[in-house]
Nanobody, 123 residues
Framework: QVQLVESGGGLVQAGGSLRLSCAASGRTFSDYAMGWFRQAPGKEREFVAAISGSFGPTLYADSVKGRFTISRDNAKNTVYLQMDSLKPEDTAVYYC????????????????WGQGTQVTVGS
């Protein structure tokens, strides 16, 4: 497993942007599919975006498609989530996750999780 640490969360007004980062430990980061999930108070954890290990296909939830962009820098062992045109409904704790095999939208497909970073979007 890898250790994951998210950063970049904060408070932003609607229409603004934030960039989340997730730094991973280990030497085989490029072997892992990476995902972002979020959980709002009183709601289940939901899928946001995913990217394969070798700059392959990306996958997005319909609710963020066209506004969020997932990317990775394997040399820095880091995955990013660029969030633009933020809406109040994007408010949640955002979690980074890693999967040793190809993974998609299901939280159970991922093996390792970060501690989360809070994103709050004001109206």
């Amino acid at each position: 497993q890898v250790q994951l640490v998210e950063s970049g969360g904060g408070l932003v007004q609607a229409g603004g942007s934030l960039r989340l980062s997730c730094a991973a430990s280990g030497r085989t980061f490029s072997d892992y599919a990476m995902g972002w999930f979020r959980q709002a108070p009183g709601k289940e954890r939901e899928f946001v975006a995913a990217i394969s290990g070798s700059f392959g296909p990306t996958l997005y939830a319909d609710s963020v498609k066209g506004r969020f962009t997932i990317s990775r820098d394997n040399a820095k062992n880091t995955v990013y989530l660029q969030m633009d045109s933020l809406k109040p409904e994007d408010t949640a704790v955002y979690y980074c996750a890693a999967a040793r095999r190809p993974a998609g939208r299901g939280p159970n497909e991922y093996d390792s999780w970060g501690q989360g970073t809070q994103v709050t979007v004001g109206s």
